[in-house]
């Protein structure tokens, strides 16, 4: 969540982020500044208490809900509900009166060598393929010469 709002924000700061450090600064607060002047004449706009894409699902709440029937409860409802009794889930604070045995630690791990990852992975979608070119049909592509589909040429 956190590395999606980074990089939002880093997507919306890509030009400015390439200028020197006071430059950056000062370019991201004029923007910041502009979007929210935008922001603040849009709301003047809004005729309703919520902002209108919450007024609108909450218009389509409301008709959803209309299909909804009420039962009225009484007291017995409400005692029965809570007739049983529930048992404690033992925790890291409270351990179990059952044996050890059944207590389940965490793996041993081991720090890998080296140092660790600065860059994070990438996904699936975000990794861009390299051209190459393919040492046995010479087309640019993402295939090489062990991969290539192209037919032998008979001499
Ligand atoms: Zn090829």
Known sequence: MANGIAESFNSWIAIERLMPVYCML????I???EMAGKRREEAERW???????MEERLKVQMEKSRRFSVHYSSP??????YSFPIHPITNV??????S??????????KRPPGRPRVKRFKSVGEVEK???CCGHCGKMGTHNKLSCTEPLVQQ
């Open 26 to 29: 000062d370019q991201t607060r």
């Open 31 to 33: 923007k910041q500044m």
């Open 47 to 53: 005729t309703t208490e919520l902002t209108p894409k």
């Open 76 to 81: 017995g409802v409400y005692e029965k509900s």
């Open 93 to 98: 604070d409270m351990s179990s009166t059952d």
């Open 100 to 109: 050890a045995s059944e207590c389940i630690l965490p793996p041993l791990a």
């Open 130 to 132: 390299k051209l190459i």
